[in-house]
């Protein structure tokens, strides 16, 4: 029982993840001057040398990153293993320490394409964690499609997946001229984040029934 209630309140932290990356990069974009949310990058808050940059970096990027692996742990030990939530896991996993390290190798002022330090091709590695956190949704949405129970949640796990998709790509594309890059990729994360929220809430709410059967 004490095990199971431990868990319950680390599904908390799959909420505690989004919100405080959302309020860092609201805050720091509103302490940063001509900072613009529609053509830059969210990166562009914790630049190299930018004005509240540890803002975005210690709480954004390094603490809501910590917030996500304390929910994956927590899916790892409500849900039964198998092969299609441990590639999940792995996943989201992914995501998270990518996002971490993103905090940690900042990118160069405005994140420019071309003539980059070392450390923002080390930050741009880290970016790993956006295409791996679709792939993290598109595997859970997966493994609860199988399931009865859970089989609507599956639905919108990869509709919310798909979505992602069309949102990254457009980001990618939008790079080149900087229109619109960051509403793609506020919308992207958005989108993914809400995803979270939403399973971390069902877990929350139903953790004595939420075991599904595989």
């Known amino acids: 029982m004490r095990s199971s209630v431990s868990v319950r309140r680390l599904f908390l932290s799959g909420?505690?993840?989004?919100?405080?990356?959302c309020v860092?990069?609201?805050?720091?974009?509103?302490l940063r001057s001509n900072y613009n949310h529609v053509n830059q990058f969210i990166s562009e808050l914790g630049e190299?040398?930018?004005?509240?940059?540890?803002?975005?970096?210690?709480?954004?990027?390094?603490?809501?990153?910590?917030?996500?692996?304390?929910?994956?742990y927590a899916l790892r030990k409500h849900f039964p293993r198998t092969r299609m939530n441990t590639?999940?896991?792995?996943?989201?996993?992914?995501?998270?320490?990518?996002?971490?390290?993103?905090?940690?190798f900042s990118c160069d002022v405005g994140c420019p394409v071309t003539g980059r330090s070392l450390q923002q091709e080390l930050?741009?590695?880290?970016?790993?964690?956006?295409p791996a956190f679709t792939l993290g949704a598109f595997a859970w949405?997966?493994?609860?499609?199988?399931?009865?129970?859970?089989?609507?949640?599956?639905?919108?796990?990869?509709?919310?997946?798909?979505?992602?998709?069309?949102?990254?790509?457009?980001?990618?594309?939008?790079?080149?001229?900087r229109s619109g890059t960051g509403v793609y990729q506020r919308l992207?994360?958005?989108?993914?984040?809400?995803?979270m929220i939403a399973l971390a809430i069902r877990l929350w709410r139903r953790?004595?029934?939420?075991?599904?059967?595989?």
């Open 15 to 21: 909420v505690a993840g989004p919100l405080a990356f």
């Open 24 to 30: 860092a990069t609201i805050v720091s974009g509103a």
């Open 48 to 72: 190299t040398g930018g004005e509240f940059a540890w803002l975005m970096n210690y709480f954004g990027f390094m603490l809501s990153a910590l917030f996500v692996l304390l929910f994956v």
């Open 87 to 104: 590639v999940g896991h792995l996943f989201l996993v992914i995501f998270a320490v990518g996002v971490f390290f993103a905090g940690i």
């Open 123 to 130: 930050h741009d590695v880290a970016s790993v964690a956006l």
């Open 141 to 177: 949405g997966a493994y609860f499609f199988q399931a009865p129970r859970w089989r609507r949640f599956g639905v919108y796990s990869l509709l919310s997946a798909s979505l992602s998709v069309v949102l990254l790509l457009a980001m990618v594309q939008s790079e080149a001229t």
């Open 188 to 195: 992207f994360l958005g989108v993914l984040f809400a995803w």
């Open 207 to 214: 953790v004595d029934i939420a075991h599904v059967p595989v």
